[in-house]
């Protein structure tokens, strides 16, 4: 007989997953967004705008404002 996982067995499973994620974002954006003036174009400029209109979208889900 198996046990259906609870909301707060979910919750803490997914928890660390999602920080794990965000610290390697974090590592990556530092690794592709350098500041060095010759390196930037306007593909770089485009990724940070889709970066934040992604983080636009996470923040209004964490805040309760999603669409």
């Not at 999602?18 to 690794?31: C, F, H, T, V, Y």
């Amino acid at each position: 007989m198996s046990t259906q996982p609870t909301a707060l067995d979910t919750y803490l499973q997914r928890l660390p997953m999602i920080l794990d994620k965000i610290e390697a974002l974090r590592q990556l954006a530092d690794n592709h967004f350098v500041h060095d003036p010759d390196a930037i174009n306007w593909g770089r400029v485009g990724d940070l705008g889709r970066v934040d209109q992604g983080l636009d979208d996470l923040l209004a889900i964490f805040d309760g404002q999603a669409k």
